[in-house]
Each structure stands twice: as C-alpha cells, then as structure tokens.
C-alpha cells in the first residue's frame, strides 16, 4: 500500500491545485466584467460631464453676450443723460438772458410810462 498513497497524495495535490486555478480564472472573469462595467458607467459619466461643461460655456458666453449688452444700455442712458442735463443746462441759460431781457423790457416800459409815452 505504500506505492498507493504517494500517487494519492498527488493525485489530490493537483486536483488542488486544478480547483486554484479554477477559482482564479472565476475570479478573473468576474474582474474582467466588473472592469468593463466600470469602464462603461466611467464613460458615461464622462460624457455626462462633458456635455454638462459644454452647456455650461454656452450658458457662460450667453451670459457674457447679455453684459456686453447691458452694459451698452447703461452707456446709451448715460449718454442720453448726459445729453438732457446739457440741455437743460442750456435752457437754464436761455431762460436767465430771457429774464434779464424781460426786467429790461419791464424797467423800460416802466420808464416810459413816467414820462407818459
């Protein structure tokens, strides 16, 4: 019995062995598959991010466009501001020579109705 058991004994040691490998190469399979999932869901959420990127520059260079634009109302309003206050300031003018003109006109009629013209 002795000649048995050492092919016994090595018999089970590389049915051991041939079960290892067996659950590695599982092991490996269902790294394999886990990898690829990761890889789909990684891309997608890169794609995700990307297209989310985009829409945020576009929403960016709108709101850009919308400040450029703005602050060419705010320079048109100042400009038409400005304008009005020169006219009023002219018209302040034209009213003070035309008051003066008017007290001169006043103070002539005044001084002709003393002398009774």
Partial sequence: ???????TRAAASLLMKQIALENQSRRIRRLRAKLVT????????????????????????????DNHSLRNTVTMYHKDIDHRISQMVEAKKEHKT???????????IAGLTEIGL
């Avoid at 019995?1 to 092919?7: D, E, G, L, Q």
Wanted: hydrophobic content about 35%; aromatic content about 0%; proline content about 4%.
């Fill in 1 to 7: 019995m002795a000649p048995v058991a050492p092919r």
């Fill in 38 to 65: 990761e890889r789909r869901e990684s891309t997608a959420i890169k794609e995700g991010l990307e297209t989310k990127v985009s829409s945020l520059e576009r929403d960016l260079q709108i709101q850009r466009c």
């Fill in 98 to 108: 035309n008051q003066v003109a008017l007290e001169a006109s006043h103070n002539t």
